[in-house]
């Protein structure tokens, strides 16, 4: 039973204009518009592609984050996603969350649904931290195709066209395997009307971080700014992390 | 791009769950009762929130809307913005009627909306509503095509037609594959529909009625592939018939010369001795209750739509004034700009909210024709005005089409005058509110 898992982020929307906050601790997001995340927007359409194409049969929509990511699921549902998974973090937890935490979260969910692929968006608009896809794949030790711009299954294996900084890498990998869409991947499909309708029937399973193993992000330590590159080697020798 | 918009504030007003934090202590066996006290003694009431006014949504639709209706709204206004707006600048200036956006919307499936059934979404009228707004906000053209599809030709096809005439029509309109036409108005009756003068007649021997007359002001009826048209039969009564292309004496040419709606195109039905086989006529409403209940489906969606025309004209008129140095400051500076912006805010809000109540009264089957002629009324008339005063706050560059707002200044012409002038409705109006008619001079 062949499944796929896409990552959804919701983002503040590209289009807005972002503000500091006056204590400057972080953005103003309070009724700031948000929406899904572009590159997530691109790995839903892709998953809803294969399952068109019907070489899979089911694909789930993921997002970890407070009640309002709903949102952000039942548009991907809107899209042709068949069910949701919530995993639910608020407040302090999420403001703390980061690519590590939401990579171990995935990885559990991918071994929980026995899942064929992850597929995500290459980086989220607002971090850009390009880590959860690769992070993913590590904890499975699963293969990676990263930044892909083509994707083929063909039998067991995938072929992907990577976009790199030289030009363009095709890779053949196995399943299961992480993916992660880049821009010219495809053009997501509006969300059509009778969909959005179909999409309200279509469940949202809600769960916890601890409910898949996975333990609360660790408090953030503050950093150290140094002035020059020699300080910094020297710090890191210091600290025995080099 | 699929949906781009989402909603805080319904979601932020369900039921809000308490984060728990590991740091946090919950309270623990050795906190004395006495400490516990003084804490909850020194805790200072909490304030609310300080509200935003927010002059995009002044009397919060938002959170009025279902979340259904909101991602309906988000994703078919990003489909108008993207695909539709880099269109219209030429469409309009050479009057091309882009035929592909019919076949666009059907796929996207908010053509005939709020029909069940037959490859149609079945949204509320609300969501109808809300569709509407987002073409119009592009053009009135635009939706002036999308009205007569959906509430003009399908609307009437599923509300007095047959089982067959449904299941043959329905889904090839809905999928935006066959363009349809109403032909109602004639060149010597508009506002007087009872008056007209298209005739049908029975042919016993062959089952079929041979139909002649001539209907003018018909959007789409240049490109349709099938036309509702109501004719008198011979009986007196008014029914509907539909025709198709290529019927022997069936021509519709192009009215030259239009400036207003030139993105849609608009024509003639001439019909010179066409035979109708009897399955096409529409055989379940007889009287001017069959073009009039359709009338008041497209009304409804207009009466939001000429909404999202004067949003535009709002829109780009604050930002032309803010953009625009004269005198060393932004015009916006200005308290005449200001003035007419504030007229613009209200009236949009106000509107807004009114085609909001009367959308959930339709849905309850609550509705009655006349509030449907009072907003239709008032939304197109505050939305000529408002789209007038906006073409004048951007001056020389508001005659340019380059602005768009010349060009909802002469669509909204259109529009304040076709499904019921602005004075017919108020006639309508003043019989409910007196019980005298005051159309003809007979008493």
Sequence with gaps: MSRVLVGVKRVIDYAVKIRVKPDHSGVVTDGVKHSMNPFCEIAVEEAVKLKEKKFIKEVVAVSCGPTQVTETIRTALAMGCDRGIHVEVSGKDYEAMGPLQISKIFAALAKKEEASLVILGKQAIDDDCNQTGQMTAALLDWPQGTFASEVTIDGEKVKVVREIDGGLETIKISMPAVLTADLRLNTPRYATLPNIMKAKKKKIANMKPADLGVDEPPTRLAGVKVETVDDLVAKLKANGTI | ?443
């Excluded at chain 2, 042919?203 to 490109?223: D, E, H, L, Q, R």
């Excluded at chain 2, 009215?255 to 055989?283: C, H, W, Y």
């Excluded at chain 2, 909001?356 to 008339?381: F, H, Q, T, V, Y």
Aim: proline residues 4%.
């Design chain 2, 1 to 443: 791009m699929a949906l781009r918009g989402a909603v805080t504030r319904l979601l932020s007003n369900a039921r809000k769950r308490a984060a728990v934090s590991a740091s946090r202590a919950q309270g623990t066996a050795a906190a004395s009762p006495a400490q516990n006290e003084a804490e909850v003694v020194a805790k200072k009431p909490v304030k609310a929130p300080k509200v935003q006014f927010n002059w995009r949504d002044a009397l919060e639709l938002d959170g009025l809307l279902t979340e259904e209706e909101v991602m309906i709204r988000d994703s078919f206004r990003t489909y108008c913005q993207e695909k539709l707006m880099p269109r219209i600048i030429m469409a309009n200036r050479h009057e091309h009627f882009h035929r592909e956006i019919v076949s666009e919307m059907g796929e996207l499936g908010v053509l005939g909306p709020t029909i069940q059934g037959y490859g149609c979404a079945g949204t509320s009228y609300v969501a109808y509503g809300l569709i509407a707004r987002e073409v119009e906000r592009v053009d009135s053209g635009y939706r002036s095509v999308m009205s007569v599809q959906s509430s003009l030709v399908m609307h009437p096809i599923n509300a007095y037609g047959t089982e067959e005439q449904k299941e043959k029509w329905l889904p090839r309109l809905a999928r935006g594959e066959i363009l349809g036409c109403f032909g109602l108005t004639e060149p010597n009756h508009g506002s007087d529909p009872a008056g007209m003068e298209t005739k049908a007649k029975y042919n016993p021997s062959s089952s079929t009625f041979t139909i002649s007359g001539a209907k003018t002001w018909i959007t789409n009826s240049p490109v349709a592939d099938i036309a509702v048209v109501w004719a008198k039969c011979e009986d007196g009564r008014i029914r509907g018939f539909i025709l198709e292309r290529g019927m022997k004496g069936l021509a519709t040419p192009k009215i030259e010369g239009k400036f207003s709606l030139r993105a849609s195109a608009t024509g003639m039905i001439l019909m010179d001795e066409v035979e109708v086989p009897q399955e096409n006529m529409l055989p379940n409403v007889s009287g001017l209750a069959g073009p009039f209940g359709c009338l008041n489906n497209a009304r409804y969606g207009i009466a939001w739509g000429a909404l999202g025309a004067a949003e535009f004209c709002f829109h780009a008129a604050r930002q032309y004034t803010l953009d625009r140095i004269q005198f060393g400051v932004p015009l916006a500076r200005n308290q005449l700009m200001q003035k007419k912006m504030a007229d613009m805010l209200t009236e949009i809000t106000i509107g807004l909210q009114s085609c909001l109540a009367l959308g959930r009264l339709i849905d309850d089957k609550k509705a009655a024709p006349e509030m449907i002629s009072m907003l239709k009324r008032n939304s197109c008339g505050k939305s000529l005005d408002i789209a007038r005063q906006a073409r004048d706050m951007l001056g020389g560059n508001g005659i340019a089409d380059e602005y768009h707002i010349i060009r909802h200044v002469m669509n909204l012409e259109a529009v304040n005058t076709y499904e019921g002038t602005h004075d017919i409705h108020a006639l309508i109006l003043g019989r409910a509110i007196t019980g005298l008619q005051s159309f003809t001079v007979e008493k």
